[in-house]
């Protein structure tokens, strides 16, 4: 989460009579960026990563494990020296925070950006324990900064929160969680209500129950307060939004709610951003498999183990007509996807780039493409550019209406920052030395420092071995979409096969001339597509290996990177257990569990006190680490 703007946030009545003005501005900074920085060039690498936390309070007593809501107060106590060194340069920012959508999450970053040497990737797990134990020195007795995707309770009878809340808010107006539960900052409440609105109905998130032995068949999850009559919108549970079989979920808060680990990547040039979004896009389902951590959602095991329809469904602003429900009277274009998904086309032009791998209808504003490519902006750019802003935009301040669309990017990057895909490609912000960047957005959050450090490794590696090695990862992006919703299935990673490209070496791209793009990829386990098959696709951590050996790497730094690659090996081959698997399997043989798919209180009290002493080194789970930790 970026820096938060200041202002009064119009409510949608009042936003939506602007949000014209907005597009058209923000389509002018985005051309002034564009035209001045286009030919940018020789920037150097540099990369970050964000880790998400949330803050939970134990009640011992009483075996319950509670989300802290003065997590929020804890960011002025963590930016001091942020701010001081914004005055003193001799003062050294090692880490960097930011507040979240949860009034219990927190956001850590470096202090400053990793740059593009194997030392920086060497310091990258020990910046990750500097984060937490820096969150651990505001902590009060009781609490405990976590990494986990989806807290198994929250939205659930009785207490799940610190201090708590009845759920009346009128933001959210949810039967299950309080407004307190938002960050406090007024984009934050005025975005929950303005999605709301322009919806005209709460949004509606329904995720697959598991069904256990004595799991009811069908499952009526007898939580949902049927009878609750506080607003309007409580009536729309019993009348369809509420599916059988499913657990029901009725705030953005269950979706941005969640945590995940994110990287952002700054590239020496716009062609090469662009090239990394087209590539990392066919990697992305597969590291959503890869780190599958969220199996629990509202107190029940689904029949998922990731999070990213969850929160897909929770930002889905979409009215009826825009969702193809109704005929189109006053909405102007039927979108298929949330404002949260998969990425909807590439964006390279490159000579590996077939206009064939963008086989899926791409919903543009043409107006808003006509004018980009008018002043200079090729179409497979201006297009990408006029699918984001086919959106509205969702929170305006007052007083940021009129800016100077040669100075400023608000406008801009207020649709920008609210199409939320699995790829973000960023233009450098105006009149700053930042260059242009990707962001990979797909990955859970992990349970330690050690697994967060080593995926994050592992994908700034394989973005060095797609630019050393020239690599093809392209399969049209209709596949790209079938392996997201493959990602979500429960035990992806072992159980299920991916689309992904046969060839990636250029030189045996030669053989492919006279072929069809269907020619080009094939179905792939996880274990296939990271570690190699006997007799075909070489895999990507030996891809990354192959990198290392043509540098020039010290054995140690071999040996400590090698570590790395090796326990995502031993993921991806079934050694070791997802994220997911395991805190599946810690419920449902816990002996409060009653094979009902019902996590009780003190179910969940007990697997978050494990995942705590998992961090402070006090217990082992070799089906999650083997030797690792």
Request: proline residues 6%; glycine residues 4%; negative net charge.
């Amino acid at each position: 989460m970026g820096l938060l703007s200041l202002g009064t946030p119009l409510e949608w009545e009042e936003a939506k009579k602007y949000a014209d003005h907005v597009r058209s501005h923000g389509i002018k900074q985005f051309l002034s960026i564009y035209n001045k920085l286009k030919d940018r060039k020789k920037d150097h690498l540099l990369w970050g990563d964000e880790i998400e936390y949330m803050v939970v309070d134990y009640d011992h007593e009483n075996k319950n494990a509670r989300l802290s809501l003065r997590a929020f107060d804890l960011i002025n106590e963590l930016q001091k020296s942020e701010i001081e060194a914004a005055t003193n340069p001799d003062i050294v920012v090692e880490t960097s925070w930011r507040p979240e959508y949860g009034r219990y999450m927190l956001e850590g970053t470096p202090g400053a950006p990793y740059g593009g040497t194997l030392d920086d990737l060497l310091s990258v797990e020990a910046n990750m324990i500097l984060r937490r134990n820096t969150v651990m020195q505001y902590m009060k007795e009781g609490e405990f900064p976590i990494t986990i995707t989806s807290f198994p309770r929250l939205g659930c009878p009785g207490e799940f929160l610190t201090p708590h809340y009845e759920p009346t808010g009128l933001a959210t107006r949810s039967m299950f969680v309080p407004d307190e539960v938002i960050n406090p900052h007024a984009r934050f409440p005025t975005l929950t209500a303005n999605i709301r609105k322009r919806r005209q109905a709460k949004v509606a998130i329904n995720m697959p129950i598991f069904h256990d032995t004595n799991t009811p068949k069908p499952f009526i999850d007898p939580t949902i307060p049927h009878d609750r009559d506080v607003f309007p919108e409580d009536k729309e549970a019993g009348e369809g939004a509420a599916l059988p079989d499913h657990i029901y979920m009725d705030s953005m808060c269950f979706g941005m709610g969640c945590s995940c680990l994110q990287i952002t990547f700054q590239a020496c040039n716009i062609d090469e951003a662009r090239k990394l979004y087209d590539h990392l896009a066919t990697v992305g389902p597969i590291m959503l498999a890869l780190t599958a951590a969220a199996p629990v959602y509202r107190g029940y095991l689904a029949d998922v183990d990731c999070r990213w329809n969850v929160i897909a469904q929770s930002v889905d602003d979409r009215t009826r007509e825009e969702r193809g429900l109704e005929p189109l009277n006053n909405s102007k274009f039927v979108i298929p996807k949330s404002r949260y998904d998969s990425i909807d086309s590439y964006l390279s032009t490159d000579k590996l780039y077939k206009p064939e791998y963008n086989d899926i209808p791409l919903v543009i504003d043409e107006d808003i493409c006509k004018e980009l490519m008018d002043n200079g902006v090729d179409e497979q750019l201006a297009r990408h550019v006029a699918h984001l802003f086919i959106r509205d935009p969702l929170v305006i301040f007052e007083e940021l209406l009129e800016q100077d669309d040669e100075v400023s990017s608000d406008h801009f990057e207020n649709l920008q920052s609210t199409n939320w895909q699995t790829m973000r490609f960023k233009p450098p912000p105006p009149n700053s030395p930042i260059g242009w960047r990707v962001e990979f957005r797909s990955m859970e959050i992990q349970i330690t420092d050690f697994e967060n450090a080593a995926f994050a490794i592992f994908i700034v590696l394989l973005t060095r071995a797609i630019l050393s090695f020239g690599l093809n990862f392209y399969i049209p992006i209709s596949k790209v979409d079938e392996n997201m919703k493959t990602a979500h299935k429960r035990a992806a990673v072992l159980e299920h096969k991916f689309y992904f490209r046969k060839h990636v070496f250029q030189d045996e791209s030669h053989s492919e001339t006279n072929s069809t793009v269907d020619d080009e990829y094939e179905l792939m386990t996880i274990n296939e597509i990271i570690n190699g098959k006997d007799d075909g696709f070489p895999g990507l951590i030996p891809i990354v290996n192959s990198y290392l050996n043509s540098l020039n790497v010290d054995i140690e730094t071999r040996r400590t990177l090698g570590r790395y690659l090796d326990f995502i090996k031993c993921r991806a081959d079934g050694t070791l257990m997802t994220a997911a698997t395991w805190i599946r399997q810690f419920i449902r043989t816990h002996p409060d569990y009653k094979h009902d798919s019902h996590v009780s209180q003190e179910i969940n009290y007990d697997l978050i006190r494990a995942i705590e002493k998992i961090n402070k080194g006090e217990l082992k789970v070799p089906e999650l680490f083997g030797d690792f930790l």
